[in-house]
């Protein structure tokens, strides 16, 4: 039997509490208690980054990481970019860019090139292949997401995204 645990989060700047299993994964909690869907199951074993979300702004594949963890961090799904109806910068450039076939990989794809674009506001092909390299495509859009990617970079003077 599993034990329940209290904990209290931020989901895309909304403040939570909840009671959680303890063995309860992240990627369920989302999907099945937050009623958030964007996030993606593609293989559970943390290998194809559809399930990308951020934690205090690093990408996390939420299939590894259990709903406890949260606990005191900031969560931040692919729904919680759009402000105001407006989508965020790099949801614009993957629409702007082509950057998806069938559209699974987005959101994760999309988690972990926003956290690149928050440390690194210029980052070369290098670096766009090394954020992204925990992320699959299997319809092979990697040339389009990766000039999204670049594209972004040039958007603000100051280096972030808004």
Request: charge should be negative; charged fraction near 25%; aromatic fraction near 4%.
């Amino acid at each position: 039997m599993s034990k329940n645990v209290t904990i209290n989060f931020s989901v895309n700047g909304e403040r939570e509490t909840r009671v959680v299993e303890a063995d309860l994964s992240l990627l369920t909690f989302i999907r099945e208690q937050l009623n958030l869907t964007g996030t993606k199951e593609g293989c559970a074993v943390g290998e194809c980054g559809a399930c990308i979300v951020l934690l205090d702004g690093n990408p996390a594949n939420s299939c590894l990481v259990l709903a406890a963890e949260l606990d005191g961090k900031e969560l931040l799904t692919i729904e919680g970019l759009a402000r105001n109806g407006e989508l965020d910068r790099v949801q614009k450039a993957f629409i702007d860019h082509a950057a998806f076939q069938c559209g699974y990989c987005t959101p994760g794809m999309i988690m972990s090139a926003r956290a690149l674009l928050e440390r690194n506001p210029s980052p070369t092909d290098a670096d766009i292949d090394e954020a992204l390299s925990g992320n699959l495509c299997r319809c092979g859009a990697y040339q389009e997401i990766r000039e999204a990617v670049k594209s972004c970079s040039r958007h603000n003077g100051e280096g972030r995204i808004e």
